[in-house]
């Protein structure tokens, strides 16, 4: 679904971003690259500490300058982030990119009304009048389908139930019309009937706006509604990317295979276990040398040569897919093949 | 599944947390309906999953059942004796076979004792001194929750969270429980981690034929893992049955909402398009919930008769024996018509 004739709205090219710490050098994101254009939807899947989260405010520029080593190229709209200064972030923030976090409530200033919030993020961005951003608060909120908007808008947060506060944080990210909205996590603290609500809401306003969107999720469930393309980060790494047809339907890393193996399903065998990962995700400040994924890998010695625990695989892309395995391409038919087998029902 | 002598039997289990207000002298202003008249059976050996969105009352129901919170009315019976009121004297005895597992895998475990004095903890308290001593019977709970018995003298900090709820899961162990109350177990853990945590349960339930209570919001999960299913909405049972009927056959609306608003990680193109139900609003305050029944304000189907009579938990027409729905309007298998879908969707809008 990756149309190669457009050109990528947000391009990231051999990301790394370090933290020292006490205890020695994080490497949070070693080496990450990919692109995405208007209108699309990227989901960003990984489990804790692989690094999705850090790309993310990465771009949006929210790290400390002090204790953090960023190497690589960051392009909105092709201008070059990473070497843009406070001052030109900020304008952008807000403005052209754009992020709803997990937990909106501690996202939103308890002091402060939610109309308050999302007219002041108006008002920075477009200078209009506090009548004029009243009015575009009150439009947003309904837009994202609050009740009663015109009232709801002097509501503080705490005011606003789970899935309204969610709803009001979309208000506030999208008052400007961003080109880029970054949505980390967003329904992972939601139930799930009102998970459904925001997913869809998402959807319509991005087809409404050709929004491009960073999806940063752990649930595969989530990925396969809202994605087109898909990207793996384990340790800090893609391992596998493509579509979200190629990646789930047909996954060609080791971990992409476990993390489906892990999962049950509403139609799937009961009573029989689970096929989980051994092992846990790695520490970054000491990762595994080679693949990282390799001392959780069952595939690992089926490698001549040892050649996991050494070489770093390459992650070649071709078309928008690709994946960092040392396997052959006979090898993984040959071991994947149950995984069709037994994802179809 | 009115057995004849099951382990757990509840019957109008209700939970009312006081609201106090009012100045200078505090008084009851109003009650959170945690819990609102719960019937249900566990038999020895099953696992029962119970489900729900936040604020259903599934995790209060659990520490009622282990008396960690006292009834406001109605009974808890184990092995036919009544232990809703009775006191800590004679609570003692069935503690040690009722044995809880929690969400937490950080908060549960006290940092500062060792892994060995976490597990042994219940026999310390209970005066049970196994044969071979204690700590040879903490290594044997060791290996069997698949960690290294020669971490007897760790701490929990030097663990990773999958192995932290192995600990959990040792220590409800230890007094060799009948029934084990899992409140959201795997919840907080990696997804990877997640079936690693669910395996182990399953191997624990079905090798020892220890008898589960599985409160979680994961409807996979529970399916996986649950023999019946109870789903719960705003303190109150809507649905219970058994898995292949509950999940192949939903007879209550918001069983069959929240089993069609789980995302699913196929994308199967061949595959008959999965039903999409959208449910418009939140789930109401438990303070003041609805008259009737509680789903009414986001059910489709909603008429007057269901703001004044609640439903029954009964067995429906059509239904299995054992599967009761407590709804005035069962569903069907046929698919929801879609002006009514369309009207609720406007509604949203």
Request: proline share 7%.
């Amino acid at each position: 679904m990756t149309s190669t004739d457009q050109q990528p709205f947000l391009s990231v090219k051999d990301l790394k971003v370090h933290f020292s710490t006490e205890d020695g050098v994080v490497k949070a994101v070693d080496g990450l690259s990919f692109d995405l254009v208007k209108g699309q939807t990227l989901g960003i899947v990984g489990e804790s500490g692989s690094g999705k989260s850090v790309t993310n405010l990465t771009i949006l520029g929210l790290h400390d300058p002090a204790r953090t080593t960023i190497e690589g190229e960051i392009l909105l709209d092709g201008k070059e982030l990473l070497s843009a200064s406070e001052r030109e972030l900020e304008r952008l923030r807000g403005n052209k990119m754009s992020m709803i976090f997990q937990d909106a409530l501690a996202s939103l200033s308890p002091y402060h009304t939610v109309g308050t919030q999302i007219a002041e993020t108006y008002r920075k961005h477009t200078g209009a009048s506090k009548r004029e951003a009243r009015a575009r608060a009150i439009e947003m909120l309904r837009r994202v389908g609050i009740p009663q908007p015109d009232v709801r808008v002097d509501d503080y947060p705490h005011q606003f139930s789970g899935g309204m506060r969610q709803r009001a944080m979309i208000a506030m990210a999208l008052v400007c019309d961003p080109e880029l909205l970054i949505a980390d996590e967003p329904t992972t603290a939601l139930d799930v009937t009102v998970q459904a609500q925001i997913m869809d809401l998402l959807k319509d306003l991005q087809q409404e706006f050709g929004t491009a969107i960073i999806f940063i999720t752990h649930d595969l469930g989530v990925i396969a509604d809202v994605a087109d393309d898909v990207l793996v980060m384990y340790g800090g790494r893609c391992v596998e990317r493509g579509t979200k047809r190629e990646v789930l339907g047909a996954p060609q890393h080791p971990y992409t295979l476990g993390l489906l193996g892990s999962m049950p399903s509403l139609d799937g065998p009961v009573d029989v276990p689970l096929s989980p990962i051994p092992g846990a995700p790695p520490s970054l400040l000491n990762p595994p040398t080679g693949c990282r994924f390799h001392p959780r890998c069952g595939f690992a010695e089926k490698v001549a040569g040892g050649l996991c625990s050494t070489e770093r695989p390459a992650l070649d892309v071709v078309d928008g897919r690709g994946s960092a395995c040392h396997l052959t391409l006979e090898q993984r038919a040959e071991f994947f093949a149950d995984f069709a087998g037994s994802r179809h029902h | 599944m009115s057995n004849t002598n099951p382990l757990l039997d509840v019957s109008g289990l209700t939970k009312h947390f006081p609201i106090k207000g009012g100045f200078p002298i505090r008084r009851t202003v109003g009650a959170v309906q945690a819990v609102d008249g719960l019937d249900f059976q566990v038999n020895e050996g099953e696992s029962l999953g119970l489900v729900g969105e936040s604020g259903c009352g599934k995790s209060t129901t659990g520490r009622l059942i282990t008396r960690l919170l006292e009834p406001t009315a109605g009974t808890v019976r184990y092995r036919g004796q009544d232990i809703t009121h009775a006191s800590r004297r004679e609570l003692a005895p069935v503690r040690s076979e009722i044995q809880m597992i929690f969400q937490d895998p950080y908060a549960s475990l006290n940092p500062r004792q060792t892994v060995g004095k976490i597990i042994s903890g219940p026999m310390e308290i209970n005066d049970i001194n196994p044969a071979g001593g204690r700590e040879k019977r903490v290594r044997e709970l060791l290996e069997i929750v698949g960690l290294n018995p020669e971490h007897y003298n760790r701490f929990p900090h030097e663990f990773s969270g999958g192995q932290r709820q192995r600990i959990g899961v040792a220590r409800a162990l230890a007094l060799e429980p009948k029934l084990i109350v899992a409140d959201e177990p795997v919840s907080a853990l990696d997804v990877s981690i997640q079936a690693q945590v669910v395996n182990l349960l399953q191997k624990v339930q079905q090798e020892l034929g220890i008898a589960f209570v599985f409160i979680a919001h994961d409807l996979a999960i529970v399916r996986h893992f649950s023999q019946r299913v109870a789903v719960m909405y705003l303190g109150r049972i809507v649905e219970i049955a058994d898995r292949e009927d509950l999940y192949g056959n939903p007879r209550h609306p918001y069983t069959r909402a929240l089993l069609s608003a789980v995302p699913e990680a196929t994308v199967d193109e061949d595959a008959p398009a999965r039903e999409r139900i959208r449910l418009v609003g939140d789930v109401p305050s438990p303070i003041n919930p609805p008259t009737g029944c509680r789903f009414r304000t986001r059910c489709w189907k909603a008429t007057e008769k269901c703001a004044t009579e609640a439903p029954p938990l009964v067995q429906a027409e059509g239904n299995k024996p054992g599967h009761l729905t407590a709804c005035h309007y069962p569903e069907t298998a046929d698919p929801i018509p879609a002006p009514r879908l369309a009207k609720n969707t406007e509604a949203a809008a």
